[in-house]
């Protein structure tokens, strides 16, 4: 049976900023939307391929590079095209999100309805806190994502 929506929130809890996929992700896990599967990932953005495999939609959560202002929450679909690199999204990672997306639509298993909320970051040294600006964009983007997905399941 296929989950109707998958939330991936991804980055890593102790480099500051990068946690903010995490956090978003648990905010969402915690109002427990039927039909929505939330999952966290690290640095394997291979594995994010199997992760979407059974998903009707995928709302994908990731800091991103800091181009204009911490806290900037750039939303994105990859129907449209390959993502902007100038976000470098994952690049803590040495195979990052632009490039698993990239891989999966060539291979014919990117999901057809996905989304990606890329949040410029502040910080991503070690053992640092989530700057301000970017936990207060985790509540905004935890909303956003909310409020879409209960949308979509009052449609159904």
């Known amino acids: 049976m296929s989950t ?13 900023d990068d946690a903010v996929g995490l956090i978003v992700a648990r905010r969402i896990a915690a109002l427990g939307i039927p039909g929505v ?3 966290e990932a690290g640095g394997d953005m291979l594995a994010l391929l199997d992760h979407w495999a059974e998903a009707e939609r995928v709302v994908l959560i990731d800091a991103a590079a800091p181009l204009t202002r911490p806290g900037r929450i ?11 690199r100038d ?12 490039d698993a997306v990239e891989l999966a639509r060539t291979l014919g298993r990117l999901p057809a309805g996905m989304v990606i909320f890329a949040i410029e970051a502040a910080r991503f040294d070690h053992g640092a806190a989530l700057s301000a600006p970017v936990a207060q964009a985790a509540r905004e983007a935890a909303a ?4 879409a997905l209960m949308e979509e399941r009052a449609d159904a």
């Open 4 to 16: 109707r929506a998958l939330v991936i929130g991804l980055g890593n809890p102790d480099r500051g």
């Open 37 to 39: 599967a939330v999952r």
């Open 74 to 84: 750039h939303r994105l679909d990859p129907s449209f095209g390959p993502l902007p």
């Open 87 to 98: 976000l470098a999204l994952g690049s803590t990672h040495a195979f990052g999100l632009a």
């Open 144 to 147: 956003m994502i909310a409020d």
